[in-house]
């Protein structure tokens, strides 16, 4: 469906059904919609599941919030410091 001519009216169509859709920039809706139709197809095939719908909804319904929170946009857009991440513990090695 993603490959339809049909399916580029549903960005347009969005808003209606999440209005958080309204925040992301076309771009970002353009792959929203993208992953919501991935999710569809991959959960009718689990037997309809419905567990890549919900993280794909709720991930780009966060990430539509921090873009429509300015102060919430630039401290994501922040670069992180090396001491925010701390250390990685390596366990293991090859072999």
Do not use: C
């Amino acid at each position: 469906m993603k490959y339809d001519d049909r399916a580029k009216s549903l960005p347009l169509a969005l808003p209606e059904v999440f209005p958080w859709a309204r925040h992301p920039d076309a771009d970002e809706v353009r792959a929203f919609t993208v992953e919501l139709l991935d999710a569809l197809v991959s959960d009718a095939a689990e037997s309809g599941t419905g567990e890549a719908v919900h993280r794909a909804v709720v991930s780009w319904r966060a990430t539509a919030r921090i873009n429509a929170d300015p102060d919430q946009l630039r401290a994501a857009l922040r670069p992180l410091d090396a001491d925010v991440l701390g250390e990685a513990e390596v366990r293991g090695g090859p072999g």
